[in-house]
Every structure is written in C-alpha cells, then in structure tokens.
C-alpha cells in the first residue's frame, strides 16, 4: 500500500534531541515521513510564512524564545498547520496553556515513541482539516462560492503582511454590476442569482489562481491581487477582468449586456493597513460610477485630499453637534388651488464656528458614512417637533416635512426615537411627514415595510423623495405604505429654461400617483410657467423659488402669520 508522505518540519534547537525525533519518525511503517529540520526561533517564524509542510513539531524551549512566542505568532497569521508541542518537563498547567494557544496536542519528550508520534500527528491532521473545511463552509458565499467580507479581509491582513516582507505590492479591487437593481427589479430574483453567479465564475477566471475573490455584498465583489509590479500592470488586469465580465451574460432565457465599475487600491501606496485600503478603494470605486458606468478608477490624491477633507469635516461635524451649530430652515409648499401654505420642508444647515454657512449637499454625505446622520437625523426630528408644539400653541398650523437618510432608518433605535418626540411633544396626526428615498425603501425591503406601517399608524405622514431619480420600481409604490410622492426637481426645472424640463415624465408621474391614491408636490419650481404646465397636469402642490427659498424661523414667521390662512386642506387628501 502506498503511504501518504507527511512533510514534518521540526522545530528543535538540540541537535541529539532533533536525531532522536527524526529516528523515531522515520521508524514508522504507517506513515511515510519527510522531516525537515529548523533549530533557531526566527527561522521558524519564517516558515510560518513559508506554509511548505504538513505539521510543525514543535519543542518548548528554543533558547530565549518558547515555543508559546511561535504558537501566538501562527495564531495570528492563522497559519494552517497543526502544531504539536513536545515539553520537557511534566507540567498539565503548561499542557493546558499550550493547548489554548492553538497547539494540536503535547508530547512529553520522555514518552516520546514512534506508536505515538503516529497517531498524535494522525489525528492532529484529520481534525485541522476538518476543521477548516468546516471554517470554509462558514466563510463561503453560498450563491458563488467564492470567499465572503469576512475572509476577504483575513486574506488582505495575511497578503498585507506577506507583500511587506517581500517588498512587494498588492492591488485590492472592489467591483460592482451597473444597474444590477434594475436586472434583479425587472427579471425577478432568480435571474439575479444566476446573473451574479456567472459573474463570479467570469472574475475568478480573469485573475490567477493564487489571486484571492470575494463577494462582499449583493453585486460588489472583490479581488486581492498579489505580486504587482507597476500600475500598468494593474491597468492591464483591470482591462481583463472588463472585457471577461462584459461579455454578453446568458442566464435563463436571455443574455443580457452587463457592464461593470472598479475601484482599486494598491499597498503599500494607499495605505498599510486592510480596512484603509479597502475604504479607498471602495472609494475609488464610488469615483468611477460617478463619472459613468463600465469604467475603472484607480485611487489618487485627489481622492486622497477628499478623503481627508471628509475626515476633517467629521471631526467638525461631531463638535457642531454638541455645540448645537445646527439649525432648521423652512421651505413653504403651496396649494395651487388655494394659494395658501399647506406645508414646510425642514431642511437642514450647519452654522460653522468660522462664520460659514454649510450647505447639507456638503455634508449629509459625510455624516452619511460616518454614521453620524444617526444623531443629527435624530435632532432633526426633535426640533421638527418641537417646533411644531411651538407653533401650535401660538394658532399656527402647518405640517412639516422631515429628510430621513436609509442609513437613519436602519438604526435599529429609530421607531423609539421618533415615537418618543411624536409624545412628547404631543405632535397631532397629519403634522409630520417623513421624507424618504426610494433607495431607502429598497435596501430594507419588506421589514422597511413593517416599519412604515407602524410609523402611518400613528398619523405620521410617509412621502417618497426624488421621485423618478432611483430605482423607481413600481413595485415598491404598491408595496409600501405611502402618502405622497416628491417630483424630483431636475425632472421640473433647470437653469436657463422656463417650461418644464421634463413634461412626459412629470404627467406620468402624476398619473401614476392618481391611480394609486397618492398625493404629489412637485420640487423645484422656479418660474410661472412650471407652475402651469403642472397645474393643467393635475398638480395641486408645488415648492420653489417661485414662491420661497428655504426660510430660517425668523423669516418664516411673518410670512406664517400674514398668509394667516394656512390652507385648511390636508395636504393629504
Ligand atoms: P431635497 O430633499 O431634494 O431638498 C430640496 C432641495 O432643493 C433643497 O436643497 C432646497 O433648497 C432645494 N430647492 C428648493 N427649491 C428649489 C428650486 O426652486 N430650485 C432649485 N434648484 N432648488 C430648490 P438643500 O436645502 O440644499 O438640501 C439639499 C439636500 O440635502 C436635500 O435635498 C436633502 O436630500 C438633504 N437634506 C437637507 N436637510 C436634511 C436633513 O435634515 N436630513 C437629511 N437626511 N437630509 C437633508
Ligand atoms: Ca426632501
Ligand atoms: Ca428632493
């Protein structure tokens, strides 16, 4: 019978103590044994790199070091082999340290024999194995197979540290289908899967096999490539993985023409650390979309500067939180029929400690990805609603509208949030709108639902914001329990012409919302002739600078009080 070959690596710095090791294995008639033999802690450490054997034999004592340094280090580089640990002294307390350090098992040196060595190194084999196959499984994306975020990022961390020793460098690439949304709204799920399936398969053929890819979310993939030598280089897979990716994509029934968008990072250019690349590169990807679909970025300083502009406005933004710098502008929507305000978007600013007045298309994005929209959607909500008690209590009543980002209502603590200041502040139904984006009801999908249904039930209004910009999918319309929908501006207006931009897409909007009960205003409405063409399209509400800007309190109140008719119609009805 053939006896599989074992490549044991001994790690002992007595070299009577090694003879006797290696006459022991090589006494075997089980198993087949090819021993290798290091006597000093660094070069051990290196083979650690290395991953060239089947099982480390490991003696306690290597001079200054102990075996226990070693076991650490594999722990952390996750080094895949079994380690056995053979001790001098008989010591359990030690036994017990080692085995929770990683070791496979311990043998005491004076029991050392060949029976023993055999099957320790047996099962301390078979149970690593199983227990990687078992690491895989968990690790796996089940749809393609390939790795998921939380191995990608273990692979990176050992690539890191690889490319640093040698000198090397590494390219980490984020990909992402373009308008993969689209494909899964409109061709249902199924097709989806098979779609991002293909793709997989498609990217792990682009790159070698010793590259590592990833599936870190719904259609973004990943890939580490090693060993780089110059950005053309770079350029050139990246050209490859376009051109394999891009072909016509048959799944079920049709083919369909996909294209995809990269971001790449390089180490050690960009960045020492995995979560620092990985964000640049996330980054760069973000770049490449914006400037169009199918292309490719790869991280400069130019995002470097943003990035860090980006960091430098999280900071502040943290500090105008404390320091209450934010305050709450009011835009007036109008009831065409009436004339007469029957609403107001609260729309926030920011009044920096320099003077300045910060435009939320600034900063939104930022507190977006640092999560920090959490705390200040949160005081938007309180002052909205404390403002309506103010303003109640003084005769005046007119519902506000409140922006809510997706990222605000996937913190789990919203609903307590906004229920709590609905009380508190006793605001009545009818008063409050939430303004949300379709791609915030999308992300969520039908727990969103839930959610919003609950929100409705207490009289809080729910409005879908840019209407027509997303991934406007009628489904979501029938799904979701909605009051109105927002006509996004750039459909209405734009510099320089005074008719509507877009009057097909504003009539069919309109009529969609008349099928299905909802009501409409219209955003951005800048001149007379706007107001009419949307008017003769059934719009009875419109927002713009034809009639106010976003109005701080001070100046909003007199306006309030003087159209002292507040249109008495729910805006809802
Ligand atoms: P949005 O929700 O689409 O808000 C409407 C934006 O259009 C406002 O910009 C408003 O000043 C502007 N606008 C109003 N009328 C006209 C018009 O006739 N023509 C043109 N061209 N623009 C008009 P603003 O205040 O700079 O806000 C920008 C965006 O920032 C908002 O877009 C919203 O997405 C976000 N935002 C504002 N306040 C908040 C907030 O409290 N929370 C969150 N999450 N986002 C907010
Ligand atoms: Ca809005
Ligand atoms: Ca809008």
Same mark, same amino acid.
């Not at 939180?321 to 109008?334: D, G, K, N, S, T």
């Not at 609903?415 to 303004?435: A, F, H, W």
């Given at each position: 019978?053939?006896?599989?070959?074992?490549?044991?690596?001994?790690?002992?710095?007595?070299?009577?103590?090694? =003879?006797?090791?290696?006459?022991?294995?090589?006494?075997?008639?089980?198993?087949?044994?090819?021993?290798?033999?290091?006597?000093?802690?660094?070069?051990?450490?290196?083979?650690?790199?290395?991953?060239?054997?089947?099982?480390?034999?490991?003696?306690?004592?290597?001079?200054?070091?102990?075996?226990?340094?070693? *076991?650490?280090?594999?722990?952390?580089?996750?080094?895949? &082999?079994?380690?056995? +640990?053979?001790?001098?002294?008989?010591?359990?307390?030690?036994?017990?340290? *080692?085995?929770?350090?990683?070791?496979?098992?311990?043998?005491?040196?004076?029991?050392?024999?060949?029976?023993?060595?055999?099957?320790?190194?047996? /099962?301390?084999?078979?149970?690593?194995?199983?227990?990687?196959?078992?690491?895989?499984?968990?690790?796996?994306?089940?749809?393609?197979?390939?790795?998921?975020?939380?191995?990608?990022?273990?692979?990176?961390?050992?690539?890191?540290?690889?490319?640093?020793?040698?000198?090397? /460098?590494?390219?980490?690439?984020?990909?992402?289908?373009?308008?993969?949304?689209?494909?899964?709204?409109?061709?249902? /799920?199924?097709?989806?899967?098979?779609?991002?399936?293909? =793709?997989?398969?498609?990217? &792990?053929?682009?790159?070698?096999?010793?590259?590592?890819?990833?599936?870190?979310?719904?259609?973004?993939?990943?890939?580490?490539?090693?060993?780089?030598?110059?950005?053309?280089?770079?350029?050139?897979?990246?050209?490859?993985?376009?051109?394999?990716?891009?072909? !016509?994509?048959?799944?079920?029934?049709?083919?369909?023409?996909?294209?995809?968008?990269?971001?790449?990072?390089?180490?050690?250019?960009?960045? #020492?650390?995995? =979560?620092?690349?990985?964000?640049?590169?996330? =980054?760069?990807?973000?770049?490449?979309?914006?400037?169009?679909?199918?292309?490719?970025?790869?991280?400069?300083?130019? %995002?470097?500067? &943003?990035?860090?502009?980006?960091?430098?406005?999280?900071?502040?933004?943290?500090?105008?939180?404390?320091?209450?710098?934010?305050?709450?502008?009011?835009?007036?929507?109008? @009831?065409?029929?009436?004339?007469?305000?029957?609403?107001?978007?609260?729309?926030? $600013?920011?009044?920096?400690?320099?003077?300045?007045?910060?435009?939320?298309?600034?900063?939104? !994005?930022?507190?977006?990805?640092?999560?920090?929209?959490?705390?200040?959607?949160?005081?938007?909500?309180?002052?909205?609603?404390? #403002?309506?008690?103010?303003?109640?209590?003084?005769?005046?009543? +007119? !519902?506000?509208?409140?922006? +809510?980002?997706?990222?605000?209502?996937?913190?789990?603590?919203? %609903?307590?949030?906004?229920?709590?200041?609905?009380?508190?502040?006793?605001? !009545?139904?009818?008063?409050?709108? *939430?303004?949300?984006?379709?791609?915030?009801?999308?992300?969520?999908?039908?727990?969103?639902?839930?959610?919003?249904?609950?929100? $409705?039930?207490?009289?809080?209004?729910?409005?879908?914001?840019?209407?027509?910009?997303?991934?406007?999918?009628?489904?979501?319309?029938?799904?979701?329990?909605? @009051?109105?929908?927002?006509?996004?501006?750039?459909?209405?207006?734009?510099?320089?012409?005074?008719?509507?931009?877009?009057?097909?897409?504003?009539?069919?909007? %309109?009529?969609?919302?008349?099928?299905?009960?909802?009501?409409?205003?219209?955003?951005?409405?800048?001149?007379?002739?706007?107001?009419? #063409?949307?008017?003769?399209?059934?719009?009875?509400?419109?927002?713009?600078?034809?009639?106010?800007?976003?109005?701080?309190?001070?100046?909003?109140?007199?306006?309030?009080?003087?159209?002292?008719?507040?249109?008495?119609?729910? &805006?809802?009805?």
């Amino acid at each position: 019978m053939n006896k599989p070959m074992i490549k044991i690596l001994v790690v002992e710095d007595d070299a009577a103590d090694f =003879m006797l090791v290696k006459q022991s294995l090589l006494k075997s008639d089980r198993n087949q044994y090819n021993v290798q033999h290091i006597s000093e802690y660094n070069a051990a450490s290196e083979a650690l790199y290395q991953d060239d054997c089947d099982l480390i034999l490991l003696d306690y004592f290597l001079g200054s070091h102990s075996g226990l340094e070693l *076991l650490q280090q594999a722990k952390t580089l996750q080094f895949k &082999r079994p380690i056995i +640990v053979m001790t001098g002294s008989n010591s359990p307390e030690l036994d017990d340290m *080692l085995m929770k350090e990683g070791a496979a098992d311990f043998i005491p040196k004076d029991e050392l024999s060949t029976a023993l060595l055999d099957r320790s190194i047996r /099962h301390a084999i078979e149970r690593k194995e199983a227990e990687f196959k078992i690491a895989e499984l968990v690790r796996k994306d089940p749809l393609t197979g390939l790795g998921n975020r939380y191995i990608f990022e273990e692979h990176m961390e050992l690539a890191i540290a690889r490319a640093a020793r040698k000198k090397q /460098h590494l390219a980490v690439i984020f990909l992402d289908l373009d308008r993969f949304k689209d494909i899964n709204d409109s061709l249902g /799920h199924h097709v989806g899967d098979l779609l991002l399936t293909l =793709m997989g398969d498609r990217l &792990r053929r682009a790159v070698r096999k010793s590259d590592f890819v990833a599936r870190i979310g719904g259609d973004e993939f990943t890939a580490l490539i090693d060993n780089i030598e110059n950005v053309e280089e770079v350029n050139h897979i990246l050209e490859k993985i376009s051109r394999e990716m891009c072909r !016509p994509a048959p799944v079920s029934n049709t083919t369909l023409d996909v294209t995809v968008s990269m971001g790449v990072a390089i180490f050690p250019h960009h960045g #020492q650390m995995a =979560m620092e690349l990985m964000q640049k590169a996330d =980054m760069a990807l973000y770049e490449s979309k914006a400037q169009g679909a199918g292309g490719y970025h790869i991280f400069t300083d130019r %995002l470097q500067a &943003r990035l860090i502009h980006g960091l430098e406005t999280e900071k502040e933004l943290r500090h105008a939180l404390r320091l209450q710098q934010f305050e709450l502008f009011y835009q007036p929507q109008i @009831d065409l029929d009436t004339g007469a305000i029957c609403g107001l978007e609260a729309l926030i $600013r920011w009044n920096r400690s320099d003077g300045q007045v910060m435009s939320p298309i600034e900063f939104i !994005p930022v507190a977006v990805r640092s999560g920090l929209i959490v705390p200040i959607g949160c005081w938007v909500i309180e002052a909205a609603c404390k #403002q309506l008690q103010l303003w109640r209590e003084a005769g005046l009543n +007119v !519902p506000v509208s409140v922006n +809510v980002s997706p990222r605000q209502l996937k913190f789990h603590g919203f %609903l307590k949030q906004l229920l709590n200041c609905i009380k508190q502040y006793r605001v !009545p139904p009818g008063m409050l709108e *939430l303004e949300l984006t379709e791609e915030a009801l999308i992300e969520n999908g039908l727990n969103q639902a839930a959610m919003l249904g609950v929100i $409705r039930n207490t009289g809080v209004g729910i409005a879908i914001d840019d209407f027509g910009t997303g991934y406007s999918s009628m489904r979501y319309l029938r799904e979701f329990p909605l @009051d109105r929908i927002k006509i996004d501006k750039s459909f209405v207006s734009e510099a320089g012409i005074t008719g509507l931009r877009e009057p097909a897409i504003t009539q069919s909007i %309109l009529s969609l919302a008349q099928g299905l009960g909802l009501s409409v205003v219209a955003e951005g409405v800048e001149t007379n002739e706007q107001k009419q #063409q949307l008017q003769s399209q059934g719009c009875r509400v419109c927002q713009g600078y034809l009639y106010y800007r976003p109005l701080k309190l001070a100046d909003l109140e007199p306006v309030l009080r003087q159209a002292g008719g507040i249109s008495s119609n729910d &805006r809802h009805s």
